[in-house]
């Protein structure tokens, strides 16, 4: 399945992300399980969750070298939001 790329990402409070997809849907996703995991532990650091950025082509987004995550997942775990622009 083809997912809508991501167009921008901002941080929010308490662990979540505003996610603005290139089909114009808004959707929040939430980090805070991510957290739990060994991959993801070091985004409990906000100056670091603060830095995420939408990589290139859209098709997910980055923090750094190490972290990331695909459009799908925020996508299809992300719950739908007001548009927030």
């Not at 849907?25 to 830095?51: G, M, R, T």
């Not at 299809?76 to 939001?81: C, F, H, L």
Request: glycine share 6%.
């Amino acid at each position: 399945m083809n997912y809508p790329k991501i167009k921008d990402i901002k941080a929010q409070a308490n662990y979540q992300l505003f996610v603005v997809f290139s089909n114009g849907v808004s959707k929040i996703y939430n980090c805070k399980p991510l957290l739990k995991q060994e991959a993801f532990a070091k985004l409990s650091n906000k100056f670091l969750f603060n830095q995420v950025h939408v990589d290139t082509g859209g098709y997910g987004i980055i923090w750094n070298d190490d972290i990331d995550l695909a459009e799908s997942e925020l996508w299809i775990n992300g719950q739908e939001a007001r548009n927030r622009s």
